[in-house]
């Protein structure tokens, strides 16, 4: 067990709709990156959250944002959804400069 | 940016045997290497890393070496045991692991009985 959690587990939806994905970090670790996994593009990173800021973008979606609040959980939210966004959604997070990154259990998204 | 290559995509070992995975990086920026360890269902699991200023590190069965004239490293599994088999990544990052990682492609260790 990395520490890490997010839910929920599973998430089934329709196309066209609107979901929200939530982490909690390790205690103490202030950064939040968000990932996603597919079959075709592997692990690709999203986005980074450090201390509730943003500090780095990856290849997002203009339909995805995401945020980190005070007490550090982070929110991705997913809009206007399509069959391709279908994957794993996870998150990990890290203290601060020169740590690792650990991995939560993952979201797998269905998009139907 | 970063691209990160990895093979084999697919590996089988006999039980008690060395596995060996490789990786290169295209980015000479980069200075810090985990390998993460996928089990059906679960999260990548942190098993090892290695930072630039370093040639090789061990960790019981577990070591990972870094050329980085090649740019080019590996993981080492010795003594392999059936709960070896998953789904093993190699990444790499700049900032020494306070950005993102770039993530190869998988390999699959399948350790045969």
């Known amino acids: 067990d990395s520490g890490v959690t997010q839910t929920p587990k599973h998430l089934i939806t329709a196309t066209g709709q609107r979901v929200t994905l939530r982490c909690s970090p390790r205690s103490g670790d202030l950064s939040v990156y968000w990932y996603q996994q597919s079959l075709d593009q592997g692990l690709q990173f999203l986005i980074q959250y450090y201390n509730g800021e943003e500090r780095a973008k990856g290849n997002i979606l203009e339909r995805f944002s995401a945020q980190q609040f005070p007490d550090l959980h982070s929110e991705l939210n997913l809009s206007s959804l399509e069959l391709g966004d279908s994957a794993l959604y996870f998150c990990?997070?890290?203290?601060?400069?020169?740590?690792?990154?650990?991995f939560g259990p993952g979201t797998r998204l269905t998009v139907t | 940016g970063e691209n990160v290559e990895q093979h084999p995509s697919t590996l089988s070992v006999q039980e008690g045997d060395s596995a060996v995975i490789k990786c290169t990086y295209s980015?000479?920026?980069?200075?810090?290497f985990p390998w993460y360890k996928q089990e059906l269902g679960k999260g990548p699991q942190l098993i090892i890393d290695i930072r630039s200023n370093v040639g090789e590190k061990k960790d019981q069965r577990i070591a990972v070496t870094l050329n980085k004239t090649a740019k080019h490293f590996s993981l080492h599994i010795t003594e392999t045991q059936p709960e070896d088999s998953a789904v093993y990544f190699c990444?790499?990052?700049?900032?020494?692991?306070?950005?993102?990682?770039?993530f190869g492609t998988g390999t699959r260790l399948t350790i045969i009985p």
């Open positions: 990990a997070s890290s203290r601060d400069r020169g740590n690792e990154q650990y």
């Open positions: 990444a790499a990052s700049t900032n020494f692991g306070n950005e993102k990682l770039t």
């Open positions: 980015d000479s920026a980069s200075n810090y």
